[in-house]
T-cell receptor, first 119, second 114 residues
Framework: EAQVTQNPRYLITVTGKKLTVTCSQN?????MSWYRQDPGLGLRQIYY???????DKGDVPEGYKVSRKEKRNFPLILESPSPNQTSLYFC??????????????????FGPGTRLTVT | AQTVTQSQPEMSVQEAETVTLSCTYD???????LFWYKQPPSRQMILVIR??????QNATENRFSVNFQKAAKSFSLKISDSQLGDAAMYFC???????????FGTGTSLTVIP
């Protein structure tokens, strides 16, 4: 089954305690992203990756790190979490866009989300 | 950066009726992709419909259809024969033609009244 998995699904932690949220996809997608969802703000892209070892900042990258050492995995790292990082986080993957003459599904496939609370 | 605007934070519809959710976006690009995603209470993001900007024909998926007005930069979603299971938050999203940058609207919460 094609899917994006995230772990953990729920996490409560304290300010300053480093944490990692894992993300894995089994669709051989080149592109992966991390989002945070906050009430009234929709989804905002934190970081994205277009290939192994290729990552770039999205709209809200401060306080986050990512790495892409393998095509299927794209972990999100919070080195020193703060309460303003309390949010719902989504990992997503998609096929490379801009390909003409072939049928490619360009939409993103999302993981189930990780509810993070930082106290 | 591109911006996506959903001006209706909340909408409601009677079961079996039709409702239209609006979305506008701002871009200087000529090629791009547009999507509507549904987020039910489970929080899972589910693709509803997709539209390529280079296609003039409006996309349709069963009871869901879009009205894509490229010149007006408008991308509304029409849900026909609304069902209780359609109740959810709906997000409009823009994807650049190349690259991996997506932009989401702030969402419209749809209530379906029995």
């Amino acid at each position: 089954e094609a899917q994006v998995t995230q772990n953990p699904r729920y996490l409560i932690t304290v300010t300053g305690k480093k944490l990692t949220v894992t993300c894995s996809q089994n669709m051989n997608h080149e592109y992966m992203s991390w989002y945070r969802q906050d009430p009234g703000l929709g989804l905002r892209q934190i970081y994205y990756s277009m290939n192994v070892e290729v990552t770039d900042k999205g709209d809200v990258p401060e306080g986050y790190k990512v790495s892409r050492k393998e095509k299927r995995n794209f972990p999100l790292i919070l080195e020193s979490p703060s309460p303003n990082q309390t949010s719902l986080y989504f990992c997503a993957s998609s096929a490379r866009g801009g390909t003409s003459g072939t049928i490619v599904r360009y939409e993103q496939y999302f993981g189930p989300g990780t509810r993070l609370t930082v106290t | 950066a591109q911006t996506v605007t959903q001006s209706q934070p909340e909408m409601s519809v009677q079961e079996a009726e039709t409702v239209t959710l609006s979305c506008t976006y701002d871009t200087s690009e000529s090629d791009y992709y547009l999507f509507w995603y549904k987020q039910p209470p489970s929080r899972q993001m589910i693709l509803v419909i997709r539209q390529e900007a280079y296609k003039q024909q409006n996309a349709t998926e069963n009871r869901f259809s879009v009205n894509f007005q490229k010149a007006a930069k408008s991308f509304s979603l029409k849900i026909s024969d609304s069902q209780l299971g359609d109740a959810a938050m709906y997000f409009c999203a823009y994807r650049r033609y190349t690259g991996n940058q997506f932009y989401f609207g702030t969402g419209t919460s749809l209530t379906v009244i029995p």
